[in-house]
């Protein structure tokens, strides 16, 4: 039957197997191809929506561990370039995510995904970034006047609290957000974070306080907050932000100095710039010649404030083959314990709490820590 495009088996019956639509070439429509169709075609579908879906998390991915002290930049004195490196850490962020980005990324250990509100609050990513800018704008001046008091000069003054990061579900959320300067309590002065912490050790859970607040548009606004509790101790009042001082810098200066931090935003290089400024200015090598990764904020008072990200820059310090890593001792027990566990056996992780441990961990380490407290002293000396 000339209808027929292809041969009938005559020893078995004579009906044809399969018939072939007109105009198509090549072999038979078996119900193994067809249901092989099918399944690519619900597969391409599942893809395609899952790419065009998006969903409501962030991602906090590995960044890198970076040398600081090409960032430095002095004029008007002598600096001492050193062998060793001070690394800064980064945290790689993205947001946006569609549906088969979220569950690839939920396979990585090594990647925290987030509610977007719990990083982002009512803030746009383009929001986000730019108040995180402003925040490494204040911490690059907190780490390079922490550094010239350091070494004997009168370099800042503290007139209110940055909040650097808002606790998800706390007393705080909803009312500051990042990048808000806090410069009264019910009228009260704070021109630095520890007179904050101080005043509100104070008061008890459930108080109501008013917060007169500098947002980082320029606008100010007063906040009314009811105090939340601690976890761990019901009776110590909790508000649950991350706080470092806005410090403003004393005009004149004897030399000139800079950090060239390009598109790297937020505080938590605080520590690591105040260490790299110490180490360019005087001599020898505050590492003692090798690699030692940083992170941390850096405070008017010299403590080294909590950060995000940490289990994230520690897999990265830990794949760029980095021995020790300092790290902020107010993580808390729970967290350093997480980062010793992703360390494994190679990276030292190093908790410190105030600059002059850091210093204490260099010097442990090799580092010339002397050379700094030298330099202090001979600056001090011909002041006065």
């Known amino acids: ?15 044809p197997t399969a018939q072939r639509p007109s105009g198509v070439g090549g072999g038979w429509l078996t119900p193994r191809k067809i249901m092989v169709g099918m399944l690519a075609t619900v597969v391409a579908v599942v893809v395609g929506t899952g790419l065009l879906v998006k969903v409501d998390y962030v991602a906090l991915l590995p960044g890198s561990a970076r040398d600081t002290e090409p960032l430095v930049v002095v004029v008007g004195t002598e600096t001492y370039p050193s062998d060793g490196e001070v690394l800064f850490t980064t945290v790689r962020f993205r947001s946006k995510l569609n549906l088969i980005q979220y569950l690839w990324l939920k396979l990585d250990d090594e990647v925290e995904i987030l509610p977007a509100e719990t990083v982002l609050g009512d803030q746009t990513p383009e929001e986000n970034r730019a108040a995180n800018l402003e925040l490494m704008t204040d911490s690059k001046e907190i780490a390079i006047s922490v550094a010239l008091e350091r070494l004997g000069y009168d370099a800042i003054s503290s007139d209110g609290v940055v909040v650097a990061d808002v606790v998800p579900d706390s007393a705080a959320g909803g009312f500051l957000e990042l990048g808000d300067s806090i410069v009264a309590v019910n009228g009260r002065p704070m021109p630095t974070a520890l007179d904050l912490i101080e005043f509100l050790q104070e008061r008890p859970p459930g108080v109501e306080l008013t917060f007169d607040v500098e947002r980082a548009d320029g606008s100010a606004e007063s906040v009314t907050v009811t105090m939340g509790a601690r976890d761990d101790d019901p009776s110590v009042a909790f508000l649950g932000i991350v706080p470092f001082d806005r410090v403003s810098l004393n005009d004149e200066r004897p030399f000139e100095v800079d950090i060239e931090s390009g598109r790297v935003g937020g505080p938590s290089a605080g520590l690591a710039f105040t260490l790299t400024v110490l180490d360019y200015l005087t001599p020898g ?3 003692g010649g090798g690699e030692v990764a940083v992170t941390g904020t850096m405070a008017f008072d010299g403590r080294v404030g909590s950060v995000g990200g940490v289990p994230q820059k520690v897999a990265a310090v830990r794949d760029q083959g980095i021995d020790h890593f300092i790290v ?20 030292e992780i190093l908790p410190v709490r105030t600059l002059d441990e850091a210093l204490e961990v260099l010097a442990g380490l090799g580092g010339d820590v002397g050379a700094v407290d030298e330099f202090a002293a001979q600056h001090l000396s011909l002041i006065h």
């Open 328 to 347: 902020p001792e107010a993580l808390g027990e729970e967290e350093l314990a997480l980062l010793d566990e992703i360390a494994g056996d190679q990276l």
């Open 285 to 287: 090598e505050l590492t």
């Open 1 to 15: 039957d000339p209808s027929f495009h292809g041969e009938t088996d005559t020893a078995t019956t004579a009906e």
